[in-house]
């Protein structure tokens, strides 16, 4: 609570973008060589001193515990929404921000922890994966993620630029 007030974080990642889950060549090693650092880059740049994790722990940041500890020992969030983020054909199994995580969160710290799951517009099994999330995972939401690997290159991105 924050002056009386119930606050919710609406959105929560537990970012698993390190170089070695990254599907092989070519695709892979882009992203995790160009996107990935300059992500870390724009997140962080306006932190305060002491509250950026290092670049290591930062992309294996899939950890409940830790995100947990965050969002409710370390600020008055309340409830979060935990999101999925389907990246699994570019960081390989689980995507770059797995369900496993928000669930586990959603299990240590019931009614505080709702789940969205991620799904990828370009994926011909959209539609049957929103049913997995339903029924797996028991998300309360979807969201579309407009970037995918599509016949072995990234789309809904340009990756041209590494700066």
Not at 20 to 26: D, G, M, N, T
Not at 53 to 62: I, Q, V
Request: charged content about 25%; proline content about 9%.
């Amino acid at each position: 609570m924050l002056d009386g007030a119930f606050v919710i974080d609406a959105t929560t990642h537990g970012y698993n973008m390190h170089p070695e889950i990254a599907v092989p060549p070519p695709v892979g090693p882009t992203w995790t060589g160009k996107f990935v650092p300059q992500a870390y880059r724009l997140f962080n740049a306006s932190q305060p001193e002491g509250a950026v994790l290092d670049y290591e722990r930062w992309t294996r940041g899939a950890d409940p515990e830790l995100l947990g500890r965050a969002l409710f020992a370390e600020s008055q969030t309340d409830a979060t929404v935990y999101h999925g983020v389907p990246l699994d054909r570019i960081f390989g199994l689980g995507g770059a921000s797995p369900m496993w995580c928000g669930q586990e969160m959603r299990d240590r710290w019931p009614g505080r922890v709702a789940l969205y799951g991620g799904v990828s517009p370009f994926r011909a099994d959209a539609f049957e994966r929103i049913d997995m999330l339903v029924d797996e995972y028991g998300v309360k939401g979807i969201k579309l993620y407009p970037i995918d690997l599509v016949e072995g290159r990234v789309v809904g991105v340009d990756m041209s630029d590494p700066e």
